[in-house]
């Protein structure tokens, strides 16, 4: 018999020891992280067990008459470890969904863990959405190099970093964030009159609980002024580009090649992907050409992040 409780304060350490084994765990998922800015959400988080052991996990928050998984992460998802099979999840699914439907709520947005975050193959839930016939309702395309595919930046790519070199362009690893958030918002509202999703307490304070899954860099021209930077989060195979900005200064400098070849050469010897994230608008039905562009032409792909309505 499956046991589902909701989360609260006092599972905390149970939540983050068990969600650390899972296989398609990030350090988003420990609530060190989830809880940032819980402030913002209603949490309706649960905890699956079955004979008084935790065997599945669901990060989630309510919002009106429905469940988002969850509205505060760039991902969300069903979170469990090796022991579940096939039909253990759509059993957990059911479950869940039944749990839901008793407190009043009509469906749940589920937004997938895209696969280059699984530690091994942990896709069952995919199975689940179709069964259900659940419906697609986002897919964002996000650009992503394979390391084992890509062994080096492509050449005018490549061309570009070494001429930064020459003109003297550097990248430093910074303990700064501020620094470099503040250097994003200034082109953020510069160019699209809006502000990154973490201001500069937020981003200092994450990076403080996780100082080996943030790393932040300061990209300077040969006198040292400011002219980009980037921020990245670090899960087991993945370097996620969080943040990157190159200012009006740094662009003919080819400071953007000149970053993503050092984040290249940093990453490929200790993880399979690099991802820059997604390249559209809109739910995915509004391409940003341009961007999606400038990222494949680094050698990237695309892997999507989905999102799905479950009607309950």
Request: charged share 25%; aromatic share 12%.
């Amino acid at each position: 018999m499956i046991d589902i409780f909701r989360f609260s304060k006092a599972n905390i350490i149970d939540w983050n020891r068990f969600a650390s084994g899972c296989r398609n765990y990030t350090f988003l998922f420990n609530r060190k992280y989830m809880d940032y800015h819980e402030e913002r959400f209603i949490d309706h988080s649960l905890i699956i067990k079955k004979k008084d052991q935790i065997i599945a996990i669901f990060p989630a928050n309510q919002e009106g008459n429905k469940i988002y998984s969850h509205k505060g992460l760039t991902y969300g998802g069903l979170l469990y470890d090796n022991n579940l099979c096939t039909k253990n999840v759509i059993d957990v699914f059911d479950s869940i969904c039944k749990y839901y439907s008793e407190k009043g709520f009509n469906s749940i947005l589920y937004k997938c863990i895209p696969y280059i975050y699984h530690s091994r193959p942990t896709q069952e839930d995919l199975y689940y959405l179709f069964i259900r016939k659940s419906r697609l309702v986002a897919c964002n395309p996000s650009s992503v190099i394979d390391f084992d595919f890509s062994k080096q930046i492509p050449g005018k790519k490549g061309n570009g970093a070494r001429k930064a070199k020459k003109l003297g362009i550097s990248l430093n690893k910074t303990e700064n964030l501020k620094r470099i958030i503040d250097c994003i918002d200034n082109n953020l509202k510069k160019r699209h009159g809006v502000n990154s999703v973490h201001n500069a307490e937020e981003i200092s304070l994450l990076h403080n609980r996780f100082s080996k899954n943030i790393e932040a860099f300061e990209l300077l021209d040969k006198s040292k002024n400011l002219v980009g930077g980037a921020i990245v989060y670090l899960s087991s195979n993945v370097a996620h580009l969080q943040y990157s900005v190159i200012t009006d200064e740094g662009r003919p400098l080819r400071g953007l090649d000149y970053l993503i070849s050092n984040l290249f050469e940093r990453y490929s010897k200790d993880y399979k992907y690099f991802d820059f994230g997604i390249s559209s608008e809109n739910n995915g039905l509004t391409l940003n050409e341009s961007l999606i562009s400038q990222k494949e032409a680094f050698s990237a792909t695309t892997v999507n992040y989905e999102h799905y309505e479950i009607l309950i």
